[in-house]
């Protein structure tokens, strides 16, 4: 795994804030709101099933911390988000260890005003061809 | 609870398409991209740190299986995304039952072009003033 040599997840002990057994939390930075964060496995992992059950559980009792302790202070709610786009290459803002980013929310936050209600526009009833097709994927 | 009452998740026998002992899978309609999947806990569940042990590790063991039925066919990369947004009420498209979002991406998609290449501006690098007031919420 050629990507680990570049790492800038894998040694980071001085950005780490919080960690267990697994799994570490360290500020986004550059960051897309405060108290934006990054926790993700310790082990260089890139494809989210390549998570171990002990990795998952990990990270998730540490994006519950986070949430807790940002709720209330830094927004009313929380998003928890996971990118895996191994098209991409890897640069300042796309590490290619798999990370779980927290980002406090607020209504029509700075966040939703500038991108996400354009998403809104996207939303479409699923019509019976593309509702079958999904479904035999799943098969 | 009285949510609980109202709650389109927590009755859909005929919308699951595939589940495990604690977690379920239903397809997102209307839904933002094709394959827009729903992962969640069938228990009504909240907010995100009431999930057991056992939900947090059923619901990743779905969200992996469809991202690897996904991937290759209707997108190149996977997003996943949890949405804790207690300011917003229920309706078509916010639903109180915690749900992750499985979403299939490709590069330059419409989700990017359409909403989310406008979040790339809001990057702004760390200053120490709000380095340290996060890190004092985590002590």
Chains 1, 2 share one sequence.
């Not at 949430?67 to 786009?85: S, T």
Request: charged share 30%; glycine share 2%; proline share 6%.
């Amino acid at each position: 795994m050629t990507d680990v040599i570049d790492c800038p997840f894998c040694e980071p002990q001085e950005r780490v804030l919080k960690d267990n057994a697994s799994a570490q939390v360290m500020l986004s930075d550059p960051r897309k709101v405060p108290g934006h964060l990054l926790v993700m496995p310790k082990r260089h992992v890139e494809k989210p099933w390549d998570m171990t059950e002990q990795e998952v559980q990990d990270v998730f009792e540490l994006i519950f911390f986070v949430e807790r302790r940002l709720i209330g202070q830094l927004g009313d709610g929380c998003d928890i988000r996971q990118a895996y786009r191994p098209f991409l290459h890897q640069d300042a803002l796309k590490v290619n260890h798999l990370t779980f980013h927290v980002i406090p929310r607020t209504k029509d936050d700075y966040l939703y005003s500038v991108a996400e209600r354009y998403e809104q526009d996207l939303f479409a009833e699923l019509d019976d061809l593309e509702r079958e097709a999904v479904i035999k994927l799943l098969k």
